[in-house]
Each structure stands twice: as structure tokens, then as C-alpha cells.
């Protein structure tokens, strides 16, 4: 029998994270096109091929390297025995084979953007990503900031780009009409590049901030939560900053629904998945006014200089104090995440792979 279109998912997480969310909200719309799905462990109503488990960030470093010499020496191999036409990879990895034609699906440039010294994560986007990009039958992206930045960081035409947005479950994030408690919520990695110590500086900087809360929900880092609690203490803020840790994908609407506004005022995002989130539950959004946040966010958040702590103290402190701002963008935020689906996500990223089906 031959497999047509192969989709490899040996990255999947346990707890879903940004790519694995994409990947898993995707698949259905895919179907149609009777994939054959590559995957540790096999995922109901849809025809699978075993690979080896342990090859996913949760396995860190080596389960990277574990999947990328997978990648190469032995996905080659699969693709000839199924008698496959195209391989789709939902993150920028593919077989370095002129044997293997691929659709990859590139996220952002953040590790060159920000780059650290001796990170394998900036090596990996500095010399193998262009090497995937450049043999690529076609690449597909997030946004058009997305695709702006592989063209300018690797020169690859523009014709051979397709920005597709994503989307979020409509099911899961909605507004619930609960009361607004006295916490601004940030959701999301602790990477210097998210930007929360001026996040931090500009809670604290409030002028009546022993009234409110900061919570950050998202996975604490042992590289720079250290850091950021110190500037907690510092600052004198310890009992209203809190660190929640990884929030369980099932609390996180009943936590968004609750908090006055969802503060994200990162230095980069490929989309920027909790900005669209908060605005499905009506919850008012503030942001920054760089990279892909504009395209999400549209006229229904407060755009912000995320460089700049004035500005986004200001914004905290408008909302805080403005009952019918915030009603206003409520309403507006969830008017535009109405405007984006998975259906149209996996409508757009079909007809790209049907081109070489």
C-alpha cells in the first residue's frame, strides 16, 4: 500500500506545549488526506507507524539529538519502504535527502534573535534549520512576521512561503462569566525574551498595587526563576507575585476568565498563543506592539512598547481603574478570536499539501 502523505509527530509532548498543540489541533483537518501518522504511541482513527519514544524535549538534550539522528539515518528509509510522495513535519526538521520530499512548518527565529552562547537550539537554527528550509518543497509559517524573518535571516524567497495563522478551541477557551478577581495573569515560558522582569518592574511600579496580584503561570526554569524572585524580594512585592508553575491545560480557562487582563509583553513571538487565548474568554489583553501580537491581536488589545516599563504600568493601570475599557475589550477580544479557527488552520495547510500529493 502506498502512504502518500506522511506526518511525522515523534516530538509529541505529554504536556502540550505550543508545537504539540498545533500539531494535535491540526490533525483532524488533515484526514481527508489519509496520512499515515508517525508516532510513539498511536493516536485513535488514524493510520500509524510505531518510531522509537524517547525523542522529545521532555527527554531534553539528548531526546533532541535522539529525533535528529533519527530524522536522518533511518526516516529515509520509512519514507521509501511506505512509498511515500511527501513527508509534513510541523516543526523545521526533515531528512538532509534529496530522496524525501517535505512541507515543514517553521514557528519562529527567536534562538537567533536572541541567541545564547553554546545553546544547541541556536547552533540547531543557525546551520541545520537553513539546510531543511532550503530543500523544502514548501515551507509554512504562523504569521507574516514569521515569514518576513526567514526571508530576511535566510533569504529564501518569499514564493516558497505561506503564512498561515493558527487558532484555539473554541470548546475550551470561552468566556464563562465568572468575576473578575485582583490578579493580572502572564502565561507563559521564563526565558529573558518573554520580558518579565520589566513585566515584575511595572507591577511594582503601580501606584496602588498592594491591591492587586501578578500571577505567572508557565513552567518554572532553574536558569531564571532564581533571578526573577530575587527581583520579587528586591522590590518588596514576594506575597503579591506568585509562581504557579505548569498550569494543567484544564485550569487554564477558569484562570484566564478571572484575572483583569492577560499581560504578555514579550520581546518576540512567532504568534503568540495565550494573547489569543484571553481574548476567546473576553478577558482584556495587553501586549506588545512587535512581531506577530499585532496580526493577533488586532484593535482588540492595548499595544504596548515592550521595551518600555512606563508603558506598560500605564496600560495595567488603565484597565484596573476603567470598568468600561475593560467591557469594551472584552467584547472586542472576543469578536476577533472568532475570526480564527483550526478548520481554516488545517483548510490552508491542506491545500499546501495537496499540491504535491
Known sequence: MQNRLLINLSFLLSRPTGTTTYALNLLPHLQKLQPTLLVAENIAGYDCYPVPSGQTAEQGGKGHLRRLLWTQFQLPKVYQKLKSQVLFFPLPEAPLSAECLSVVMFHDLIPLRFPKRFSPITFYQRYYVPQVLKQAQHIVCNSQAT???????????????????????????????????????????????????????????????????????????????????????????????????????????????????????????????????????????????????????????????????????????????????????????????????????????????????
Open 147 to 357: 515569514a518576513d524573518d526567514i526571508v530576511s535571516f535566510y533569504q529564501i524567497p518569499a514564493s516558497k512561503i505561506t503564512p498561515i495563522p493558527l487558532a484555539h478551541d473554541r470548546t475550551h477557551f470561552r468566556y464563562l462569566n465568572l468575576p473578575t478577581r485582583n490578579y493580572f495573569l502572564y502565561i507563559g515560558r521564563q526565558d529573558p525574551y518573554k520580558n518579565l522582569q520589566r513585566l515584575i518592574s511595572a507591577f511594582a511600579a503601580l501606584p496602588n498595587n498592594k491591591d492587586y496580584e501578578l500571577w505567572l503561570a508557565g513552567p518554572t526554569d532553574g536558569r531564571y526563576t532564581p533571578t526573577l524572585q530575587a527581583q520579587v524580594e528586591e522590590l518588596g512585592i514576594t506575597h503579591q507575585v506568585k509562581f504557579l508553575n505548569y498550569v494543567d491545560y484544564q485550569e487554564l480557562p477558569t484562570i484566564i476568565n478571572g484575572a483583569i487582563a492577560l499581560v504578555f509583553p514579550s520581546l518576540w513571538e512567532g504568534f503568540g498563543f495565550p494573547v489569543l487565548e484571553a481574548m476567546a474568554c473576553g478577558t482584556p489583553v495587553i501586549t506588545s506592539n512587535l512581531s506577530s501580537l499585532p496580526e493577533v491581536a488586532g484593535d482588540a488589545a492595548i499595544l504596548i512598547n515592550p521595551y518600555n516599563s512606563v508603558e506598560i504600568t500605564a496600560a495595567m493601570q488603565m484597565i484596573a481603574t476603567d470598568s468600561e475599557l475593560r467591557s469594551q475589550l472584552s467584547q472586542q477580544g472576543i469578536a476577533r478570536a472568532n475570526l480564527f479557527s483550526w478548520e481554516k488552520t488545517g483548510k490552508a495547510t491542506a491545500e499546501v499539501l495537496s499540491r504535491y500529493l
